[in-house]
């Protein structure tokens, strides 16, 4: 079992739960997750690694009401547990393997729309501790859905908070403050990492591609089963087929199909758009074998 430390509400159903898992806080880096499970027959639920303390072997996740299971989760208090929590899995940010004085000569930006914000300040927060200074777009649709802002001012070098409808700093999408920064600032950029809902990230890497801004993004978001072997993060990217649990979740934003994936991650709510997924994908539909959803 592993025991709740702390559930704290952050906003409108979006919540935040420190967890007692010294193995996963001891070996986790920046950009992967984990898979945590209420009981015995709970559904598993991939969910990014928001921060770590490896001294007190606590792992911090934050997570939206999106379905029964979450809501579910979100009534947990300080002292329950859950019965699974798996990790860490995934694919570490590339950054983490680079040589840090490398790092240090390039100038990255980190933009971040929604729950996003959660894998994003992990990332930050680890470079801030290497002496690499970032910065941030935090974008929301309004000023009560922010989330992690004193937390994220502590760690980026420069943060820019947008909200949609103008009820907090700038107001806007996150692809106008990029704009701003490049075009009216002169600000330069050697790489982009952008994460958040899939339509925010489709629009952030075209517009990187015209600046020519090399762009990271995470699929996360369209992950179930998080092991491969359910199908539901198959994606292409540039011309092969890719699985974002397990090659991910950080792909090239500029080769990701994401028209392909959204329109994918909509069928694969139902269980008939899952049998018609796995019919036209035939072996490429999954990357193992398991009893979940993909296989109805």
Partial sequence: MYKIRKAEKLADKIYLMDVEANRIAKSCQPGQFIIAKMDEKGERIPLTICDYDKEEGIVTIVFQIVGASTEKMAQLQ????????????????????????????????FVAGGVGAAPVYPQVKWLHEKGIEVDVIVGSKTKDLLILE?????VAGNLYITTDDGSYERKGMVTEVIKDLVQNEGKTYDVCVAIGPMIMMKFVALLTKELNIPTIVSLNPIMVDGTGMCGACRVTVGNEVKFACVDGPEFDGHLVNFDEAMKRQQMYKTEEGRAILKLREGATHKNGSCGCGGDK
């Fill in 78 to 109: 300080a002292g329950d547990s859950f019965r699974d929590f798996t990790g860490p899995l995934g694919q570490a940010s590339e950054f983490v393997h680079e040589d840090i004085e490398e790092l240090k000569k390039k100038k990255m930006l």
């Fill in 150 to 154: 004193e937390e994220m001012k502590k």
